[in-house]
């Protein structure tokens, strides 16, 4: 089923890279007539090698570099095998879904035809829009120039870079984003920190920064950019990538697609689901939203039934430390065991047995349970 959309795009991106391909590495597709960008917004298709035709409709086009410079669906990874290409986007790739690898065809202007061989018929992937739209679709039936591709390495240093767009801007002036991207990374640009989730306790997301320079695959993240400019907020894509971070409560999707034919959204639940936004003070938090599906690329918090509608961040530091919770009158001592949000568990408190770990109130003091 999934084979014609990953047949289109492979061809596509390979035809690129047999001219200027140093190896492998990360490239925007764009179509040579039109100027626009290859997205992959799916992970389905179909193909009839009866026919040689192709369903390649999860493979959307538009001219839009503002959109594509922060959007990680326009991020395609070319990997050489023997003398022909694998091509890996958005958590799949071509090998693995259509059991081959893909091969080209060179222009004398630079350019490529991407195409496909069957029973004697040759069909030409091109751009299926010939008008202004900023917006197309592949076709297996290209002609003239709306068949010629051409591919953009991926460089900090020059106009075709990447770069985190910022969504929310807190009450002291700092940049946050949502974001969840199938290649690792480091950060380009100075300023930027990535976060992720650890514990959800009472009112609160518990966040602990990511350490490592290099940020491991498939990680759904909390970044704090640099800027509000994308320009300011560059990632360095890499290619090689560490284990997955342990503890990391945040998921994350790839797709948010309403096509009929290529139906691939993630349903929100506002019971059981948190994503980040400005809570009611200004500040950035995990809140419920009024959002029907979870955004593409961006990360999400799975909570249980009952979570407070805003999770304010407080760092693993200042969560143990209960440097914003605790705040105890010496002359007035509440006895017994509590939370960190004051939730009352017990009046015993010469006895922690079956406490989990966490951080607790013992008679007005602070006590850790590692």
């Known amino acids: 089923m ?3 959309v990953f047949l289109g795009l492979a061809l596509l991106t390979v035809s690129f890279v047999h001219a200027q391909l140093n190896g492998d590495g990360y490239y925007r597709v764009q179509n040579n007539k039109t100027g626009r960008f290859v997205y992959v917004t799916d992970d389905k298709g179909s193909i009839s090698m009866s026919t040689t035709s192709a369903d390649l409709y999860a ?10 410079v922060s959007d990680p669906a326009s991020v395609i990874y070319i990997q050489k095998v ?58 297996s039936e290209g002609s ?7 591919l953009n390495p991926i460089k900090q240093d020059d106009g075709n870079y990447f770069g985190v767009k910022s969504e929310f801007k807190d009450a ?21 920190k990535a976060y992720y989730v650890t514990k959800i306790e009472g009112n609160m ?39 997955a971070l342990s503890g990391n409560l945040l998921q994350g999707v790839y797709f948010q697609n309403s096509q009929p034919t290529h139906y691939n959204q993630v349903a929100y ?18 809140i419920k939203s009024s959002i029907s599906y979870l955004p593409a690329n961006k990360s999400y918090l799975v909570v249980p039934a009952g979570t407070p509608d805003e999770l304010k961040l407080v760092t693993e530091e200042d969560y143990t430390a209960g440097v914003e919770d605790l705040n105890v009158n010496d002359k007035k001592v509440a006895k017994g065991i509590y939370t960190l949000t004051g939730v009352h568990i017990s009046d015993n408190s010469s006895s922690i047995t079956g406490l989990h770990p966490g951080v607790y109130i013992v008679d007005g003091k602070k006590l850790v349970i590692r």
């Open 59 to 68: 493979i959307i086009l538009w001219n839009d570099f503002n959109r594509a």
């Open 144 to 150: 003239g120039d709306y068949r010629k591709w051409k």
């Open 172 to 192: 002291t002036g700092n940049n946050y984003a949502s974001f969840y991207a199938e290649f690792p990374f480091s950060f380009y640009s100075t300023g930027m």
């Open 82 to 139: 023997g003398t022909q290409y694998d091509l890996k986007s958005q958590g799949t790739g071509v090998y693995s879904i259509i059991g081959f690898y893909v091969s080209l065809r060179a222009n004398t202007d630079g350019t490529y035809y991407a195409y496909a061989t069957s029973s004697g018929i040759t069909k030409y992937l091109g751009d299926s829009e010939f008008s202004d739209s900023p917006d197309g679709y592949l076709t």
């Open 205 to 243: 997301a518990v966040i602990k920064k990511v350490d490592n320079d290099l940020i491991p695959a498939s990680t759904p993240l909390i970044i704090k950019c640099a800027s509000d400019n994308t320009s300011e907020n560059k990632l360095n894509i890499q290619t090689n990538s560490l284990a």
């Open 2 to 4: 999934k084979k014609g």
């Open 269 to 286: 639940n506002p019971s059981t689901m948190r994503v980040l936004g400005l809570m009611s003070n200004g500040n950035v938090g995990f």
